[in-house]
């Protein structure tokens, strides 16, 4: 649905985070006299106040049926679940629900764009994108959910060569363009409180693919979710020995080692295969991925994402805030195989399976395990039937008991690694509070940690 198709029909917006403002600003931009409906919570009533919009009526309580179901459209924030009431309701009696992306691909149908999601890798695989492409003087774009919403990004003189989008599984549910290449990064559960169930989240991150034969596919060749639901259709492999490939110490195409991966600026094997990711979806939208290559030693990695803070006084000190899965936590602990290491682990519980993470820390038992959160009512007595695990459990209520217990097990010596395989809510606003805070307790200034670099139009 195009902007000028909203001119005539009554609008609302449906969250006002910063999807919701964008959503304002570029209805404001191109459609300065339609009336709209703000739904926003209390605490984001003055801030819409101070927005001066005669003709924005604000709603501060919460979204009911017959409230939504005086609007024609309604451009939902992608944190609000099409699973829960009032949303399911609202659709049955005929309002229609859309997003910013519906938007702004409807508006670029001719767009040269990337669009990348998977459960894990995806923002890391975008910029290394961005990167890369620019590396070779492609004039690009990075935006969507990495930080930049696409409504920020309308109309920019002169438009991009190439858009590098991420698009959350929050964002694909919605999902109607038709990319020039969608990329799947791997499928791990997550999200089941907003998706409602694990086939509900795999199938609302694959809406990205379409049914378009226009749009090629890059898919992880080793990701067993991905392989059991794509099959052996038409797409592009990576991770895989007809392509891009990690081993243990090469990124190699078809088999020929190319670059070592100690040559990286990226921690571990999943962020080689990110690296690898990158590189099919620059050869899939046309591109040279053989001249980009070089750049994957210059990348700067983004913060929160398995980030050494520095040593201190003998302790490594590592900040993977980002990690909101078990499986993400493996991977972790797989990078550090072979050093003590002290985990802090857990967050909010989204009621995600911990079996995967149990078996890797029987069989490689770290120095100690800190559970915090409201997930370790659940992990805790789950690992305490490990025998090789028992001995090295801890709880700890907040966030900074858990550090100090976490920095005494260690001795002097090791890996402090916070990588929490749970999301932040419940004791911090977001991951990136989480890692600031961590950074803090290690003695780190945690304004140093930089953002994402390279947002926007470069």
């Not at 999807?19 to 600003?25: K, L």
């Not at 702004?104 to 990337?114: G, L």
């Not at 992990?379 to 858990?402: G, I, Q, T, W, Y």
Request: aromatic share 8%.
């Amino acid at each position: 649905m195009r902007l000028a198709d909203l001119a005539s029909r009554r609008v609302a917006i449906l969250g006002f985070g910063r999807e919701g403002r964008a959503t304002w600003q570029a209805l404001r931009r191109y459609l300065p006299g339609c009336a709209l409906t703000l739904f926003c919570s209390a605490g984001e009533r003055e801030e819409a106040l101070q927005l001066d919009d005669s003709a924005l009526h604000i709603v501060a309580d919460p979204a009911t049926v017959s409230a939504l179901t005086a609007f024609d459209v309604v451009i939902k924030s992608p944190g609000v679940s099409p699973y829960r009431t009032p949303i399911p309701e609202a659709v049955a009696a005929g309002v229609r629900f859309i997003s910013g992306s519906t938007i702004w691909f409807a508006e670029h149908v001719d767009a040269r764009t990337i669009c990348i999601t998977g459960t894990k890798g995806k923002s890391t695989t975008c910029a290394l994108t961005a990167h890369l492409l620019r590396s070779i003087g492609v004039r690009t774009a990075l935006c969507g959910n990495i930080g930049l919403p696409l409504l920020e990004l309308m109309h920019p003189q002169p438009p991009p060569e190439c858009w590098v989008i991420e698009l959350s599984s929050f964002q694909t549910r919605d999902f109607s363009g038709v990319p020039t290449v969608a990329v799947v990064t791997n499928l791990i559960e997550e999200h089941l409180d907003w998706h409602g169930s694990v086939e509900h989240y795999i199938e609302d991150k694959l809406c990205i693919l379409g049914n378009d034969p226009r749009t090629r596919r890059v898919l992880n060749a080793r990701d067993a979710q991905t392989r059991q639901h794509i099959g052996a259709g038409d797409a592009q492999w990576f991770d895989h020995d007809d392509g891009w490939q990690v081993t243990a110490f090469d990124l190699c195409f078809r088999g020929r080692a190319l670059i070592a991966r100690s040559e990286l600026a990226l921690a571990g094997a999943h962020n080689a295969a990110n690296a690898c990711a990158a590189l099919t979806a620059i050869t899939a939208a046309g591109y040279d991925a053989m001249a980009a290559l070089p750049a994957l030693r210059t990348f700067v990695p983004l913060p929160h994402r398995l980030h050494s803070l520095g040593t201190s006084a003998g302790i490594e000190y590592v900040n993977d805030s980002i990690a909101t899965t078990p499986q993400a936590t493996i991977a972790a602990l797989q990078h550090y195989a072979g050093r003590a290491v002290a985990l802090i682990l857990g967050g909010q519980d989204r009621g995600l399976d911990w079996t995967s993470l149990r078996v890797y820390l029987n069989l490689h038992p770290p120095c100690a395990v800190v559970c915090t959160g409201a997930t370790a009512a659940r992990v805790l007595p789950m690992l305490s039937k490990d025998f090789a695990l028992r001995r090295r459990l801890h709880h700890a209520e907040k966030f900074d008991s858990a550090f100090a217990a976490a920095r005494k097990a260690l001795h002097g010596s090791g890996v402090l690694l916070l990588s929490p395989g749970a999301p932040s809510f419940g004791q911090f606003r977001d991951y990136v509070e989480r890692g600031k805070m961590f950074a803090r307790l290690a003695g780190f200034d945690p304004e140093a940690i930089a953002g994402i670099q390279g947002l926007g139009i470069a």
